[in-house]
């Protein structure tokens, strides 16, 4: 099903390249696999692309052309947390979804990871209060 932000259109909170592991798919752990990834905030969903877009990134253009992410989640109820316990990496972010998926989002740059951090408490802490 297409992620409802298509018929909806929220303007995009954030948007940027990551590294992203999925570590548990409705609660069962998941073996990390690290993978670059296109990640795009936008209204209740958190989406993953494999390549960022070809157009500079705007409220209408938030993915590649006529693309749908590889995968997306629903952030409403989620948990956000550092996730320097789950790796040996430095600027790691854990998401848990209500439906018990968690994400691993890491990257290089402190500065990006701490934005992307508040950005999603941000839209999470909106979510909680709808
Ligand atoms: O938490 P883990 O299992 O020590 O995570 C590391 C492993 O998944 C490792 O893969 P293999 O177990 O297939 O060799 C990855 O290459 C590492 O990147 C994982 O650790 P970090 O600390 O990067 O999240």
């Known amino acids: ?33 690290w993978c670059p990834s296109w990640v795009v905030l936008a209204g209740n969903s958190l989406m ?7 157009v500079a990134p705007s409220s209408s253009a938030w993915g590649p052309a ?18 320097r316990h789950l790796s040996s990496r430095r600027n790691v972010l854990h998401i848990r979804t209500v439906p018990g998926h968690e994400f691993l ?17 941000a839209v999470i802490e909106r979510l909680d209060r709808e």
């Open 1 to 33: 099903p297409l992620p409802q932000v298509l018929d909806d259109p929220h303007e995009v909170e954030r948007s940027g390249q990551l590294n992203v592991t999925k570590i548990a798919q409705g609660g069962r752990k998941l073996r990390k696999n």
């Open 66 to 83: 006529g693309s749908r992410p590889e995968s997306s989640v629903d952030l409403r109820g989620a948990a956000l947390a550092h996730g």
């Open 48 to 54: 993953f692309y494999r390549e960022p877009p070809r």
């Open 105 to 121: 989002l890491h990257s290089d740059l402190e500065a990006e990871l701490r934005a992307w951090h508040h950005a999603l408490r």
